[in-house]
């Protein structure tokens, strides 16, 4: 009849009901692919991510970064006489935070030099003293002071900086004035001591081999030339695998995190250190350098660069000697003594400008020694 609504068959419903249901599921699946495919683009990209970033920290730890550095240099007095085998340019090894590179000093490259100082004439004593880049007032304390003469007993001395690198202004400046600097690309800080000191031993095995002394010296220090010379030409004093200065013996290897001095169990797994000499001057054989840089490649570096050394020595089988008169190695003296210091050989001071006020009382004003 006409104005009734129509009513369908039933097969006609289940056909309806069928073709809607198809068309759902046809829709269902054509929205659940583009999910899949946005699910799997975006696992790929966190993956590939956490693998750049993984990457990125093993490289930051373990691999130097691609820091360009200054070209190597040397003083204008031994320019023509560049040894043609050190790279020109060469990359800063930055670390991560406080971690240290390898203390094996091949793996860093001197950045300025001084040329071949020891190939005309070998020094009898070469002094070197680590020092940081920006500590211009030590270096001209020491030039003005016990780093000045060349000559002392009739030998040969040479005094030279080990410098890293730092934040700071550049000292090539210095370089060119007083052509007694060495600089290396390692990171400077007191975290890499050892490193610093691992250097100074490959320039000494490189540079300077026929040196019969030499002594590592911290900048902060009195030094009377005179009488460790003096004492170097004692009959008794062997110009073989010695090293000498202020014995070390027992010391307990620090676990507290918080201290400065902490050295973890992974690093150094014995209670104590072996026999040593403490760090602020020690003196040794010019064929001890060689010695400690091939053994250094086998011990792996902490952060107490003198008793670092004292554990390259143990391993060489090589003995540490007290010196003929131990009281001539000192440690902090503020209060000045003619008497001391005309017998003394090394001591700790506060300051530079303590360094000039005891070299003139002792050298400048006139008196007898004791």
């Not at 550095?69 to 040894?83: G, I």
């Not at 935070?97 to 004439?121: L, M, R, W």
């Amino acid at each position: 009849m006409e104005g009734q609504k129509r009513i369908p068959s039933m097969n006609g419903l289940k056909r309806t009901l069928l073709c809607r249901d198809r068309l759902n599921l046809h829709k269902k699946t054509w929205f659940k692919y583009p999910l899949l495919l946005c699910v799997t683009l975006l696992v790929c990209y966190i993956s590939k991510e956490k693998s750049l970033l993984h990457q990125h920290y093993h490289r930051l730890v373990n691999e130097p970064n691609q820091v360009k550095a200054p070209s190597y240099r040397v003083h204008p007095k031994q320019r023509d006489k560049l040894d043609s085998k050190i790279p020109r340019t060469t990359f800063v090894h930055y670390t991560a935070g406080t971690q240290y590179h390898q203390a094996y000093p091949k793996n860093y490259h001197f950045i300025i030099d001084v040329g071949d100082v020891c190939e005309s004439s070998s020094p009898f004593l070469v002094l070197m003293v680590p020092v940081e880049p920006n500590n211009v007032a030590a270096r001209d304390a020491i030039r003005s002071t016990w780093g000045k003469k060349k000559i002392v007993q009739g030998k040969k001395v040479l005094t030279l900086f080990m410098l890293g690198l730092t934040e700071g202004p550049d000292v090539w400046q210095e370089s060119e004035l007083h052509g007694d600097l060495i600089q290396s690309n390692f990171r400077d800080s007191y975290f890499n001591l050892t490193i610093k000191t691992m250097v100074i031993m490959e320039w000494l095995a490189t540079r300077c081999p026929r040196a019969t002394y030499g002594m590592k010296i911290d900048s902060d220090m009195f030094l009377n030339v005179d009488n460790l010379v003096l004492m170097l030409q004692k009959p008794s004093i062997p110009q073989n695998n010695y090293l000498t200065g202020w014995l070390m013996r027992n010391r307990q290897v620090v676990r507290s995190k918080s201290s400065k001095w902490y050295v973890s169990e992974e690093i150094y797994p014995y209670p104590k250190f072996p026999l040593y000499i403490l760090g602020t001057g020690y003196v040794f054989s010019g064929d001890l350098p060689r010695k400690l840089v091939e053994i250094s490649r086998s011990i792996k570096p902490f952060k107490i660069e003198d008793a670092y050394v004292g554990t390259c020595m143990k391993k060489l089988g090589i003995a540490i000697t007290s010196p003929p008169d131990p009281s001539q190695f000192r440690t902090r003296s503020n209060k000045f003594d003619r008497c001391m210091y005309s017998k003394t050989i090394t001591s700790v001071l506060a300051s530079p400008e303590q360094l000039l006020s005891f070299w003139m009382k002792l050298k400048m004003t006139p008196g007898l020694p004791c």
